[in-house]
């Protein structure tokens, strides 16, 4: 139910400090939240100076942030060929290739950071993490295919991840329909048990899946209840379409919301809930729903559900040209504006619907 991307890597300050011209620019413009803005600013710096290491990584912190995923490896990877030294590019690699799936380049890349500042605890945390995973994937059995790989912990586990596989393939064809959205790159799902999932992903308890980059989520005994499995698989799915097709600038009230709509059977006992609980306004839940308990969390989820079904609606077949507006940066209300859609009407129509004033 969580979904996790990237810009949590711009947590790490940016490496601006003494620079001048068109490579401060970038820097400040990817604090800024600016990235077409960053990433035309280190164009103008390479082309002046294409040795320069920073301005590289800065191209490629750029190009992950309008999710060019491809172009952010390169230019990160130069940036360590000209720089070596260079532990802000090897950091910010870590991070995208981790999130790209590739363990292996991350864990490198980390421990690479960590021999240019060797005292950092969380450099060091993470990689003990990451080679925790590495060692437990390393135990597990792989499904692969063509649009799926699955990765399980064993023959115990096969008839779930044959179901898995199956709701993936299903979710493949009508999600793709109505968002008119199909992944390219083959998606990865691994499935857990609760141990093993709360450990790898470090999740709110009341979470029952996750997607970054890859579909987690725990199985043991899930075929007691399929429906369950169902619901869970076809929501980190959502996210990952979504993560395809608009990866930036979703907010999470957006990305669970279409989540949930899409999730087979009804939302009655989801939105049902919104009728005796206090309503949090949309605003707040721009960001992660990670800090939320189990019951504000509910709310969420509910509120979000009604407000994508709502735009589902209104937007009829224009809505994946709508995502892909805000999955370049436009906001909600603007890119509604552009299909002659009032947001004020948007909203009395989620507070009508979600019953909150
Ligand atoms: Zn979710």
């Known amino acids: 139910m969580r979904v996790i991307l990237l810009s949590l890597a711009l ?15 970038g820097w400040e413009a990817i604090q800024n939240g600016e990235p077409e803005k960053a990433a035309s600013a280190f164009r103008e710096a390479l082309s002046a100076n294409p040795r320069d290491a920073l301005s590289q990584a800065g191209a490629g912190v750029a190009a992950h942030l309008l999710g060019r995923e491809d172009e952010a490896l390169r230019s990160l990877k130069k940036a360590l060929e000209l720089n070596p030294d260079l532990s802000y590019a090897s950091y910010m690699l870590g991070q995208v290739a981790y999130a790209q799936g590739d363990l292996d380049l991350a864990i490198r890349s980390l421990e690479r950071a960590l021999k240019a500042s060797p005292g950092s605890r969380t450099l060091a945390a993470q990689i003990e993490q990451w080679k925790k995973e590495a060692a437990l994937h390393d135990t597990f059995v ?6 799926f790989t699955i990765l399980f912990e064993g023959p115990a586990q096969k008839a779930v991840a044959d179901r898995v596989n199956a709701v993936l393939e299903q979710a493949y064809v009508r999600i793709g329909r109505t968002l008119n959205e199909y992944p390219p790159e083959t998606i990865t799902a691994i499935l857990y048990t609760k141990q093993q999932f709360r450990d790898i992903t470090r999740s709110p ?8 980059g890859r579909i987690r989520i725990p199985v043991q005994g899930a075929l007691r209840d399929p ?5 869970v698989v076809t929501h980190e799915y959502v996210h990952a379409v979504l993560h395809s097709l608009a990866p930036r600038g979703v ?11 899409f999730e087979p059977g009804d939302h009655a006992w989801l939105t ?5 609980a ?23 989820y509910a509120e979000s559900c009604v407000a994508a079904r709502v735009l589902v609606e209104r937007l009829g077949p224009s809505f994946p040209t709508f995502l892909q507006y805000v999955g370049n940066g436009t906001s909600v209300d603007q890119a509604l504006l552009l299909f002659n859609i009032s947001p004020d009407d948007i909203q009395r129509e989620w507070s009508r619907r979600a ?3």
């Open 11 to 25: 947590a790490a300050p940016s490496p601006q400090a003494g620079l001048q011209g068109p490579s401060r620019t």
């Open 142 to 147: 792989q499904r692969p295919g063509a649009r």
């Open 205 to 212: 308890s009341w979470a029952a899946g996750v997607y970054d």
């Open 227 to 231: 429906g369950e499995l169902d619901r």
């Open 251 to 261: 907010p999470t009230w957006l990305n669970e919301g279409l989540a949930t709509y």
């Open 272 to 276: 049902q809930r919104l009728r005796t």
């Open 278 to 300: 206090n309503p949090i306004p949309l605003r707040m839940l721009e960001e992660s729903f990670d800090r939320l308990d189990g019951e504000d969390a509910l709310v969420a």
């Open 355 to 357: 019953g909150t004033k």
